[in-house]
Protein backbone atom coordinates (compact mmCIF):
# COMPACT_ATOMS: atom_id res chain seq x y z
CA UNK A 1 0.00 0.00 0.00
CA UNK A 2 2.89 2.36 0.81
CA UNK A 3 4.33 1.42 -2.43
CA UNK A 4 1.27 2.39 -4.31
CA UNK A 5 1.03 5.72 -2.72
CA UNK A 6 4.51 6.57 -2.76
CA UNK A 7 4.47 5.90 -6.89
CA UNK A 8 1.22 8.14 -7.00
CA UNK A 9 2.54 10.78 -5.69
CA UNK A 10 5.71 10.04 -7.85
CA UNK A 11 3.65 10.22 -10.69
CA UNK A 12 1.34 13.79 -10.10
CA UNK A 13 4.85 15.22 -9.00
CA UNK A 14 6.35 14.17 -12.36
CA UNK A 15 3.40 15.20 -14.14
CA UNK A 16 3.45 18.01 -12.42
CA UNK A 17 6.99 18.89 -13.42
CA UNK A 18 6.36 18.37 -16.95
CA UNK A 19 3.28 20.26 -17.23
CA UNK A 20 4.97 23.20 -15.39
CA UNK A 21 7.91 22.84 -17.88
CA UNK A 22 5.58 23.07 -20.89
CA UNK A 23 3.68 26.43 -19.22
CA UNK A 24 6.91 27.57 -18.49
CA UNK A 25 8.45 27.40 -22.14
CA UNK A 26 4.75 29.15 -23.36
CA UNK A 27 5.05 31.66 -20.69
CA UNK A 28 8.72 32.26 -21.64
CA UNK A 29 7.93 32.54 -25.10
CA UNK A 30 4.75 34.50 -25.09
CA UNK A 31 6.85 37.42 -22.59
CA UNK A 32 9.04 37.05 -25.53
CA UNK A 33 6.66 37.81 -28.00
CA UNK A 34 5.34 40.68 -26.14
CA UNK A 35 8.62 41.63 -24.96
CA UNK A 36 8.99 42.20 -29.07
CA UNK A 37 5.64 43.44 -29.77
CA UNK A 38 6.59 46.42 -26.84
CA UNK A 39 10.12 47.22 -28.54
CA UNK A 40 8.34 47.34 -31.78
CA UNK A 41 5.55 49.22 -30.73
CA UNK A 42 7.52 51.67 -29.22
CA UNK A 43 9.73 52.62 -31.92
CA UNK A 44 6.03 52.96 -34.24
CA UNK A 45 5.03 55.17 -31.68
CA UNK A 46 8.13 57.44 -31.29
CA UNK A 47 8.49 57.11 -35.22
CA UNK A 48 5.04 58.01 -35.45
CA UNK A 49 5.58 60.96 -32.67
CA UNK A 50 8.47 62.71 -35.04
CA UNK A 51 6.28 62.28 -38.07
CA UNK A 52 3.60 64.07 -35.96
CA UNK A 53 6.26 66.61 -34.66
CA UNK A 54 8.19 66.98 -38.31
CA UNK A 55 4.31 67.39 -39.84
CA UNK A 56 2.77 70.33 -37.53
CA UNK A 57 6.28 72.06 -37.70
CA UNK A 58 6.17 72.03 -41.48
CA UNK A 59 2.91 73.01 -41.28
CA UNK A 60 3.43 75.88 -39.22
CA UNK A 61 6.06 77.00 -40.84
CA UNK A 62 4.39 77.29 -43.82
CA UNK A 63 1.63 78.54 -42.22
CA UNK A 64 3.59 81.62 -40.91
CA UNK A 65 5.38 81.93 -44.49
CA UNK A 66 1.77 82.43 -45.87
CA UNK A 67 0.70 84.64 -43.46
CA UNK A 68 -0.02 87.91 -44.22
CA UNK A 69 -0.78 89.13 -40.94
CA UNK A 70 2.56 88.37 -39.12
CA UNK A 71 2.41 87.58 -34.69
CA UNK A 72 3.04 90.48 -32.72
CA UNK A 73 6.49 91.79 -32.27
CA UNK A 74 8.41 94.33 -29.76
CA UNK A 75 6.94 97.85 -30.55
CA UNK A 76 10.26 99.49 -30.10
CA UNK A 77 12.20 97.13 -31.27
CA UNK A 78 10.68 97.18 -34.33
CA UNK A 79 11.45 100.53 -34.72
CA UNK A 80 15.21 99.92 -33.64
CA UNK A 81 15.60 97.53 -36.31
CA UNK A 82 13.14 99.37 -38.80
CA UNK A 83 15.18 102.90 -38.43
CA UNK A 84 18.60 102.55 -37.70
CA UNK A 85 20.94 105.73 -38.65
CA UNK A 86 21.17 109.12 -37.52
CA UNK A 87 18.98 110.68 -40.22
CA UNK A 88 16.42 113.05 -39.85
CA UNK A 89 13.33 110.67 -40.81
CA UNK A 90 14.98 107.98 -38.83
CA UNK A 91 15.21 110.00 -35.56
CA UNK A 92 11.40 111.29 -35.98
CA UNK A 93 10.33 108.02 -36.58
CA UNK A 94 11.61 106.67 -33.13
CA UNK A 95 10.69 109.45 -31.50
CA UNK A 96 6.79 108.91 -32.85
CA UNK A 97 7.34 105.01 -32.25
CA UNK A 98 8.63 105.67 -28.71
CA UNK A 99 5.99 108.37 -28.13
CA UNK A 100 3.31 105.28 -29.25
CA UNK A 101 4.90 103.40 -26.63
CA UNK A 102 4.87 105.77 -24.03
CA UNK A 103 1.64 107.61 -23.89
CA UNK A 104 -0.38 105.35 -26.27
CA UNK A 105 0.46 102.25 -23.95
CA UNK A 106 1.16 100.49 -27.15
CA UNK A 107 3.38 97.90 -26.68
CA UNK A 108 3.48 95.58 -29.46
CA UNK A 109 2.05 95.59 -33.25
CA UNK A 110 1.58 93.07 -36.02
CA UNK A 111 2.88 93.53 -39.35
CA UNK A 112 0.36 93.26 -41.94
CA UNK A 113 1.62 92.35 -45.79
CA UNK A 114 2.92 95.22 -48.00
CA UNK A 115 0.71 95.40 -50.97
CA UNK A 116 -2.51 97.34 -51.95
CA UNK A 117 -4.73 95.62 -49.94
CA UNK A 118 -2.85 96.77 -46.89
CA UNK A 119 -5.29 98.63 -45.00
CA UNK A 120 -8.15 96.34 -45.88
CA UNK A 121 -6.31 93.49 -44.70
CA UNK A 122 -5.63 95.46 -41.10
CA UNK A 123 -9.22 96.13 -41.11
CA UNK A 124 -10.89 93.01 -41.28
CA UNK A 125 -8.48 90.95 -39.34
CA UNK A 126 -8.96 93.08 -36.73
CA UNK A 127 -12.90 92.96 -37.12
CA UNK A 128 -12.43 89.17 -37.54
CA UNK A 129 -10.21 88.84 -34.50
CA UNK A 130 -12.28 90.88 -31.99
CA UNK A 131 -15.54 89.23 -32.49
CA UNK A 132 -17.04 92.27 -34.51
CA UNK A 133 -20.24 91.43 -35.83
CA UNK A 134 -21.92 92.09 -39.16
CA UNK A 135 -23.20 96.32 -39.19
CA UNK A 136 -26.42 97.27 -38.62
CA UNK A 137 -27.40 97.91 -42.19
CA UNK A 138 -25.82 94.39 -43.51
CA UNK A 139 -28.25 92.46 -40.93
CA UNK A 140 -31.05 94.14 -42.54
CA UNK A 141 -30.19 93.37 -45.80
CA UNK A 142 -28.81 90.21 -47.51
CA UNK A 143 -25.49 91.34 -49.01
CA UNK A 144 -25.54 88.73 -51.44
CA UNK A 145 -28.26 90.35 -53.73
CA UNK A 146 -26.14 93.79 -53.42
CA UNK A 147 -24.61 92.75 -57.19
CA UNK A 148 -27.90 91.40 -58.27
CA UNK A 149 -29.48 94.19 -57.23
CA UNK A 150 -27.30 96.95 -58.65
CA UNK A 151 -27.31 95.56 -62.25
CA UNK A 152 -30.57 94.72 -62.74
CA UNK A 153 -32.40 97.01 -60.22
CA UNK A 154 -31.07 99.78 -60.80
CA UNK A 155 -29.39 99.44 -64.40
CA UNK A 156 -26.00 99.61 -63.34
CA UNK A 157 -24.52 98.00 -66.27
CA UNK A 158 -21.20 99.30 -66.01
CA UNK A 159 -20.24 96.69 -63.63
CA UNK A 160 -18.74 94.63 -66.08
CA UNK A 161 -15.60 96.82 -66.21
CA UNK A 162 -15.42 95.88 -62.34
CA UNK A 163 -11.30 94.77 -61.76
CA UNK A 164 -10.45 92.77 -59.00
CA UNK A 165 -6.99 94.10 -58.11
CA UNK A 166 -4.59 92.79 -60.02
CA UNK A 167 -7.37 90.96 -62.76
CA UNK A 168 -7.75 94.34 -64.80
CA UNK A 169 -10.69 92.74 -66.63
CA UNK A 170 -13.34 90.37 -66.37
CA UNK A 171 -16.24 91.38 -68.23
CA UNK A 172 -19.85 89.43 -68.18
CA UNK A 173 -17.89 87.03 -65.40
CA UNK A 174 -17.91 89.99 -62.47
CA UNK A 175 -21.04 89.56 -61.69
CA UNK A 176 -20.62 85.90 -60.99
CA UNK A 177 -17.47 86.89 -59.10
CA UNK A 178 -18.87 89.23 -57.08
CA UNK A 179 -21.23 86.96 -55.96
CA UNK A 180 -18.78 84.48 -54.94
CA UNK A 181 -16.99 87.14 -53.74
CA UNK A 182 -20.28 88.60 -51.29
CA UNK A 183 -20.67 85.08 -50.55
CA UNK A 184 -16.93 84.62 -48.80
CA UNK A 185 -17.71 87.77 -46.75
CA UNK A 186 -20.88 86.85 -45.64
CA UNK A 187 -19.65 82.99 -44.85
CA UNK A 188 -16.18 83.75 -43.14
CA UNK A 189 -17.63 86.79 -40.96
CA UNK A 190 -20.53 84.67 -39.64
CA UNK A 191 -18.82 81.95 -38.89
CA UNK A 192 -15.68 83.82 -37.11
CA UNK A 193 -18.29 86.22 -35.38
CA UNK A 194 -20.07 82.98 -33.81
CA UNK A 195 -16.80 81.93 -32.49
CA UNK A 196 -16.64 83.09 -28.44
CA UNK A 197 -13.21 81.00 -27.60
CA UNK A 198 -10.79 84.26 -28.46
CA UNK A 199 -8.00 82.21 -29.23
CA UNK A 200 -10.02 79.32 -31.37
CA UNK A 201 -10.84 82.82 -33.49
CA UNK A 202 -7.57 84.03 -33.39
CA UNK A 203 -6.80 80.29 -34.77
CA UNK A 204 -9.55 80.77 -37.75
CA UNK A 205 -8.15 84.23 -38.96
CA UNK A 206 -4.95 83.01 -39.23
CA UNK A 207 -5.84 80.00 -41.49
CA UNK A 208 -8.48 82.54 -43.34
CA UNK A 209 -5.42 84.96 -44.10
CA UNK A 210 -3.04 83.16 -44.76
CA UNK A 211 -4.85 81.98 -48.19
CA UNK A 212 -4.85 84.62 -50.73
CA UNK A 213 -7.55 83.43 -52.98
CA UNK A 214 -9.56 83.61 -49.81
CA UNK A 215 -8.54 86.73 -48.33
CA UNK A 216 -9.15 88.38 -51.92
CA UNK A 217 -13.05 87.49 -51.62
CA UNK A 218 -12.92 89.72 -48.53
CA UNK A 219 -11.35 92.89 -50.19
CA UNK A 220 -12.79 92.51 -53.44
CA UNK A 221 -16.38 91.67 -51.73
CA UNK A 222 -15.79 94.70 -49.31
CA UNK A 223 -14.69 97.19 -51.95
CA UNK A 224 -18.09 96.21 -53.81
CA UNK A 225 -20.04 97.22 -51.11
CA UNK A 226 -18.36 100.47 -51.00
CA UNK A 227 -19.22 101.00 -54.78
CA UNK A 228 -22.78 99.65 -53.94
CA UNK A 229 -22.92 102.47 -51.18
CA UNK A 230 -22.23 105.18 -53.37
CA UNK A 231 -24.20 104.15 -56.08
CA UNK A 232 -26.96 104.44 -53.44
CA UNK A 233 -26.00 107.93 -52.24
CA UNK A 234 -25.61 109.30 -55.87
CA UNK A 235 -29.10 108.00 -56.29
CA UNK A 236 -30.32 109.58 -53.36
CA UNK A 237 -28.56 113.08 -54.02
CA UNK A 238 -30.44 112.99 -57.64
CA UNK A 239 -33.75 112.70 -56.38
CA UNK A 240 -33.37 114.62 -53.17
CA UNK A 241 -35.35 111.86 -50.66
CA UNK A 242 -33.06 112.80 -47.95
CA UNK A 243 -29.80 113.58 -47.10
CA UNK A 244 -26.16 111.79 -47.61
CA UNK A 245 -23.46 111.83 -45.25
CA UNK A 246 -21.29 114.47 -45.75
CA UNK A 247 -18.31 112.54 -46.61
CA UNK A 248 -20.28 111.62 -49.83
CA UNK A 249 -20.14 114.85 -50.87
CA UNK A 250 -16.61 115.54 -50.18
CA UNK A 251 -16.11 112.28 -52.49
CA UNK A 252 -18.27 113.01 -55.16
CA UNK A 253 -16.55 116.61 -55.22
CA UNK A 254 -13.21 115.03 -56.65
CA UNK A 255 -12.98 115.44 -60.48
CA UNK A 256 -12.17 111.64 -60.02
CA UNK A 257 -14.95 110.55 -58.67
CA UNK A 258 -17.68 112.41 -59.96
CA UNK A 259 -20.48 109.65 -59.81
CA UNK A 260 -20.62 106.20 -59.31
CA UNK A 261 -19.22 104.81 -62.39
CA UNK A 262 -15.89 107.40 -62.30
CA UNK A 263 -15.26 106.61 -58.52
CA UNK A 264 -15.58 102.70 -60.28
CA UNK A 265 -12.80 103.51 -63.02
CA UNK A 266 -10.60 105.83 -61.27
CA UNK A 267 -10.15 104.51 -57.35
CA UNK A 268 -12.20 101.00 -56.94
CA UNK A 269 -10.50 99.13 -59.93
CA UNK A 270 -7.05 100.16 -58.89
CA UNK A 271 -7.43 99.13 -55.13
CA UNK A 272 -5.57 95.96 -54.75
CA UNK A 273 -3.50 96.76 -57.78
CA UNK A 274 -1.52 99.59 -58.04
CA UNK A 275 -3.13 101.83 -55.10
CA UNK A 276 -4.16 101.56 -51.64
CA UNK A 277 -7.46 103.27 -50.12
CA UNK A 278 -6.82 106.98 -49.83
CA UNK A 279 -8.43 109.51 -46.66
CA UNK A 280 -11.47 109.64 -48.17
CA UNK A 281 -12.15 105.87 -49.00
CA UNK A 282 -11.05 105.06 -45.34
CA UNK A 283 -13.91 107.70 -43.98
CA UNK A 284 -16.48 105.40 -46.60
CA UNK A 285 -14.91 102.34 -44.84
CA UNK A 286 -15.42 103.08 -41.47
CA UNK A 287 -18.86 104.52 -42.20
CA UNK A 288 -19.45 101.54 -44.08
CA UNK A 289 -18.43 98.75 -41.64
CA UNK A 290 -19.84 100.67 -38.12
CA UNK A 291 -16.35 101.24 -37.01
CA UNK A 292 -14.11 103.94 -35.65
CA UNK A 293 -11.19 103.46 -37.41
CA UNK A 294 -8.05 104.79 -34.98
CA UNK A 295 -4.89 105.59 -37.29
CA UNK A 296 -1.34 106.63 -35.93
CA UNK A 297 0.11 108.57 -38.79
CA UNK A 298 4.26 108.39 -37.77
CA UNK A 299 5.10 110.58 -40.62
CA UNK A 300 2.85 113.38 -39.25
CA UNK A 301 4.40 113.14 -35.92
CA UNK A 302 4.03 116.35 -33.63
CA UNK A 303 1.24 117.67 -36.07
CA UNK A 304 -2.27 117.38 -35.26
CA UNK A 305 -2.29 114.80 -37.79
CA UNK A 306 -0.73 112.44 -36.30
CA UNK A 307 -4.01 110.65 -34.71
CA UNK A 308 -7.08 110.36 -37.04
CA UNK A 309 -10.14 108.85 -36.69
CA UNK A 310 -11.74 107.68 -39.63
CA UNK A 311 -14.73 108.78 -40.17
CA UNK A 312 -14.75 111.86 -37.52
CA UNK A 313 -18.06 111.32 -36.91
CA UNK A 314 -19.12 108.28 -35.09
CA UNK A 315 -21.75 106.64 -33.26
CA UNK A 316 -20.74 105.60 -29.62
CA UNK A 317 -21.74 102.31 -29.73
CA UNK A 318 -19.49 101.02 -33.00
CA UNK A 319 -16.60 99.30 -31.58
CA UNK A 320 -13.26 100.85 -32.44
CA UNK A 321 -9.87 98.93 -34.33
CA UNK A 322 -6.52 100.75 -34.40
CA UNK A 323 -4.12 100.98 -37.73
CA UNK A 324 -0.60 102.12 -37.39
CA UNK A 325 1.00 103.80 -41.04
CA UNK A 326 4.34 105.22 -42.01
CA UNK A 327 3.65 106.52 -44.87
CA UNK A 328 -0.36 106.62 -45.63
CA UNK A 329 -0.19 103.47 -47.97
CA UNK A 330 1.22 100.14 -45.55
CA UNK A 331 -0.80 99.70 -42.38
CA UNK A 332 0.19 97.50 -39.34
CA UNK A 333 -2.03 96.73 -36.40
CA UNK A 334 -0.90 98.48 -32.80
CA UNK A 335 -1.58 96.09 -29.98
CA UNK A 336 -2.44 97.72 -26.42
CA UNK A 337 -0.71 96.82 -23.16
CA UNK A 338 -1.63 98.79 -20.04
Given amino acids: GRHEVWSWKTASKESLCLMWQKVKVQLMLSMSFLTTVFWYCRRLYSFLAQLLKWWSN ?20 YSAREWK ?21 IKYLRQVRRDNYSVLRAVLFQIFSQGIHFPSWMKERDILKLPEKLLYSQGCNWIQQYSFGPERYTGPNAFGKLRKCMEALKTNWAEIGATRDHEERGNMCNILFSDESKEYKLYEAIKFIMLYEVVEAYEQIKSREEPVHNL ?15 FMMNHLNSIGDSICLDQVELFLLGYLLEVKIRVYRLHRFNTEEFQVNYPDEYRREWNEISLLTEDDRYYHIPLFRT
Fill in 58 to 77: YLQRKLIRNLSVLPEVDLLG
Fill in 85 to 105: GETKQAKQMREAYEELFRSCH
Fill in 248 to 262: FSLLFARDSSSDPLS
